[in-house]
């Protein structure tokens, strides 16, 4: 094997040894609902959430059932999620660039409302 091809194999295995995250993509977690919870519609509920808006990302927007609700500027926090009426909802925190456009960087959480 010459130099070059050496090389080559040590470059894509290094490469290949780290997740993609771990090169600056990006990345959301919501800690607070969990998946499945289930929330009280007369509670004051909170998302808890962190961000990682990677290269592309500028700040997220939070959905429920895919209708934005909120413009969040801080990439760790909470948000109060008003007016949750009964029944299952999908809560997603997404990351949008400067044009509030949505860069595929996303999390979202099933919960039920009673």
């Known amino acids: 094997m010459n130099r070059k091809s050496v090389?080559?194999?040590v470059a894509l295995g290094f490469f290949l040894a780290f997740?993609?995250?771990?090169?600056g993509q990006g990345k959301?977690?919501?800690t607070s609902p969990?998946?499945?919870a289930t929330l009280d519609a007369l509670d004051e509920n909170?998302?808890?959430?962190?961000?990682d808006p990677g290269p592309r990302g500028d700040h997220?927007?939070?959905?429920?059932?895919g209708r934005e609700v909120g413009i969040l500027r801080k990439l760790k926090g909470s948000y109060?999620?008003?007016s949750l009426t009964p029944g299952n909802r999908s809560v997603c925190v997404k990351v949008v660039n400067k044009a509030?456009?949505?860069i595929g960087i996303e999390k979202c959480v099933r919960v039920t409302v009673k």
Not at 46 to 51: G, K, Q, S, T
């Open 34 to 36: 969990a998946d499945g």
């Open 60 to 65: 997220v927007h939070v959905y429920v059932d």
């Open 19 to 23: 997740p993609v995250v771990s090169l």
């Open 46 to 51: 909170r998302l808890a959430y962190e961000v």
């Open 100 to 102: 509030h456009v949505p």
């Open 28 to 30: 959301v977690v919501i």
């Open 7 to 9: 090389f080559a194999a």
């Open 80 to 82: 109060l999620l008003e």
